[in-house]
C-alpha cells in the first residue's frame, strides 16, 4: 500500500545556467533539461529552500533531466493541484510506473481520480469532520501532558521519541480503538510501512523492502480483525464511522475500507511527526518568535500554520497532466508528470512578504495572508489537516508553557529515513517550570 506524496530532496544550489530555452519549430519553446542546482538526493539536507529559490527564479518551469517537469511558483502549483486537467493517473487508468492494474492495489484515495476519488473522499469525510476531531482535543492534553511529566525531572528528551512520534501514534491509536496492550506492535508497523515510501523513489534497499512487506501484512491482518469486531459492535471510534459510511445507499466495501484504514494511518505517521519536530526546532532556533509564544500561548494556531509555510514536512507533490497544460511559454504534454514543489511554493515572495522570515504572527486574524500549500490544495486537500493542526498546536503550547530554557544540542538536524522532511532524533535540554499546568 503506498501513498503517492513524493518529495524531493534538493542538494545545495551549483552555479547558474544562463540560457532557459529553446526554440522549436512549431514556434513554442522547450525548457533546456537540467537541475539547476536542485538535484534530487538521498536524505534531507539542512536548507533546500535557497536551491528551490535559485530553481524558481533561473526555470520556474523546469524540466529536469529525467524527463520530469518541476514547478516551483506559488500560482503555477496552485493552478495545477486545483485543475480538473491534472491528477494522479495517466489517461490510460493507471498509476505512472506500473505496466498494468494491480489486483487490489492502489485503492487509497490519494491514488484516484474521480468519480472514484470524490466517492471515497465523501465516506471517509465523515469521519474527519472538524466536530469530530476537535471532540478529542482533551485526548490529545491529556496525552501531551502525560508525556512531558515523564521527562520532567530530567531536565532533556528527545523532541522526536518523547513527543512528536508518541503524540500521534497514541492519538491515531486511540481514534481507531486499539487497546493499549496493542499500541507499541500497532506504531512499529506503522513506522515500518511508512518506508514503504521510499520505494516510489526507488530508495529503499532489499531490507527495507522485505520489512515493509512484513510490516503491511501484519497491519493488514490486524485492521482485518479489528473491522471484525468493530461490525459487531460499533461504536463512535473512527473505524466505527469508517464502516457505517453511507452517502445515498453507497458504503464502502471491504477492500477498499481496509486500504482507506491503511492509507489514513500512513498518511497521517511521519507527516505529523516532521510538522511537530521541524516545528519546535525552527521555534527554538528564533528565540524572538518563541519569546512571543510563551508571552502569548494564543498565538499557538498562527504558530503552526507558519511552520506548516516555513518548515513543512511534505516538500512535493505529484500530479500527472490528462491534457497539454501551458505555463509561460511552454507546453507540458499530457501524461507528463508534475512535480509541485509544496516547499518552494511557500517561499514565493510574490505571494508572501518577505518569505525568509520566520513569523509567527503571520497567520494573526486580519492580516489576510495567502494560505500555505503544505496540506496541498484542490480534490485531494489533506483530510487529516484539523487532526494534524489540533496534534501540533497542543504539543507545541503544552511544551513552551510548561519548560523554560529549551535548549537544541546539536546545531544541525539528524534526518529520519523518509521520503518526507522528517528529523529522526532532535535531542533538547530545559528547564521545569516551578509552577506549571497539572497534568491531566
Ligand atoms: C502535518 C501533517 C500532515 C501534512 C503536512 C499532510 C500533508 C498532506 C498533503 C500535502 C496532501 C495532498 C497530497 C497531494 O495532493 O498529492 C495530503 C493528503 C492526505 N492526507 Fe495529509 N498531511 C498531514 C497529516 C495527515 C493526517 C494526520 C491524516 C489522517 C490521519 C492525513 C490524511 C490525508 C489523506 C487521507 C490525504 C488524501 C486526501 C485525498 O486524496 O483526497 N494527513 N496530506
Known amino acids: 500500500m503506498?501513498?503517492?506524496?513524493?518529495?524531493?530532496?534538493?542538494?545545495?544550489?551549483?552555479?547558474?545556467?544562463?540560457?532557459?530555452?529553446?526554440?522549436?519549430?512549431s514556434g513554442g519553446t522547450t525548457p533546456i533539461p537540467g537541475w539547476y542546482g536542485s538535484e534530487p538526493i538521498e536524505g534531507q539536507v539542512e536548507d533546500p529552500y535557497?536551491?528551490?529559490k535559485h530553481l524558481r527564479e533561473t526555470q520556474p518551469v523546469n524540466l529536469t533531466p529525467e524527463g520530469n517537469w518541476r514547478l516551483t511558483r506559488y500560482a503555477d502549483i496552485n493552478r495545477v493541484l486545483?485543475?480538473?486537467?491534472a491528477g494522479m493517473r495517466l489517461n490510460n487508468g493507471l498509476l505512472p510506473g506500473q505496466d498494468e492494474q494491480v489486483p487490489g492495489g492502489g485503492l487509497f484515495m490519494l491514488l484516484q481520480d474521480p468519480p472514484t476519488h470524490t466517492r471515497l473522499r465523501k465516506l471517509v469525510s465523515k469521519a474527519f469532520?472538524?466536530?469530530?476531531?476537535?471532540?478529542?482535543?482533551?485526548?490529545?492534553?491529556?496525552?501531551?501532558?502525560k508525556l512531558l511529566d515523564r521527562v520532567a525531572p530530567t531536565g532533556k528528551m528527545d523532541l522526536v521519541s518523547d513527543l512528536a512520534r508518541p503524540?500521534?501514534?497514541?492519538?491515531?491509536?486511540?481514534?481507531?480503538?486499539?487497546?493499549?496492550?496493542?499500541?507499541?506492535?500497532?506504531?512499529?508497523?506503522?513506522?515500518?510501512?511508512?518506508?514503504?515510501?521510499l520505494t516510489i523513489r526507488g530508495i529503499g534497499d532489499d531490507e527495507t523492502a522485505a520489512k515493509v512487506e512484513a510490516a503491511g501484512a501484519s497491519l493488514i491482518g490486524y485492521f482485518n480483525s479489528l473491522i471484525e469486531s468493530r461490525r459487531k459492535n460499533l461504536g463512535d471510534d473512527l473505524l466505527s464511522v469508517l464502516i457505517s459510511a453511507e452517502e445515498e445507499g453507497?458504503?464502502?466495501?471491504?477492500?477498499?475500507?481496509?486500504?482507506?484504514s491503511v492509507g489514513l494511518l500512513i498518511a497521517g505517521f511521519e507527516t505529523t511527526i516532521g510538522l511537530i519536530g521541524n516545528g519546535l526546532?525552527?521555534?527554538?532556533?528564533?528565540?524572538?518568535?518563541?519569546?512571543?509564544?510563551?508571552?502569548?500561548?494564543?498565538?499557538?494556531?498562527?504558530?503552526?500554520?507558519?511552520?506548516?509555510?516555513?518548515?513543512?514536512?511534505?516538500?512535493a507533490s505529484v500530479r500527472v497532466t490528462h491534457k497539454a497544460l501551458t505555463f509561460d511559454d511552454y507546453v507540458i504534454p499530457a501524461d507528463n508528470e508534475v512535480i509541485a514543489v509544496l516547499a518552494s511554493a511557500n517561499r514565493d515572495p510574490e505571494v508572501f512578504e518577505d518569505p525568509e522570515r520566520f513569523d509567527i504572527t503571520r497567520y494573526t486574524k486580519g492580516k489576510d495572508t495567502a494560505a500555505h500549500l503544505s496540506f496541498g490544495g484542490g480534490a485531494h486537500f489533506c483530510l487529516g489537516a484539523h487532526l494534524a493542526r489540533l496534534e501540533t498546536q497542543i504539543a507545541i503550547r503544552t511544551l513552551v508553557e510548561r519548560f523554560d530554557d529549551l535548549k537544541l544540542e546539536n546545531e544541525t538536524?539528524?534526518?529520519?529515513?523518509?521520503?518526507f522532511r522528517v528529523p529522526g532524533s532532535v535531542p533538547i535540554t530545559f528547564a521545569d517550570k516551578p509552577t506549571r499546568p497539572k497534568s491531566a
Open 413 to 419: 538536524t539528524e534526518w529520519g529515513r523518509s521520503l
Open 167 to 197: 503524540v500521534p501514534a497514541t492519538l491515531i491509536c486511540e481514534l481507531l480503538g486499539v487497546p493499549p496492550e496493542d499500541q507499541e506492535d500497532f506504531t512499529q508497523w506503522t513506522a515500518d510501512a511508512t518506508h514503504g515510501l
Open 82 to 85: 486545483r485543475s480538473s486537467d
Open 50 to 52: 535557497s536551491a528551490f
Open 2 to 25: 503506498e501513498i503517492n506524496c513524493a518529495n524531493l530532496r534538493l542538494d545545495a544550489p551549483r552555479r547558474s545556467v544562463i540560457s532557459h530555452s529553446h526554440s522549436t519549430p
Open 129 to 145: 469532520t472538524p466536530r469530530a476531531i476537535e471532540a478529542w482535543r482533551p485526548r490529545a492534553e491529556a496525552i501531551t501532558h
Open 281 to 315: 526546532t525552527t521555534l527554538i532556533r528564533h528565540p524572538d518568535e518563541l519569546a512571543k509564544l510563551r508571552a502569548h500561548p494564543e498565538l499557538a494556531e498562527s504558530a503552526v500554520e507558519e511552520c506548516l509555510r516555513y518548515s513543512g514536512p511534505i516538500v
Open 250 to 260: 453507497d458504503k464502502l466495501d471491504p477492500l477498499e475500507l481496509l486500504s482507506q
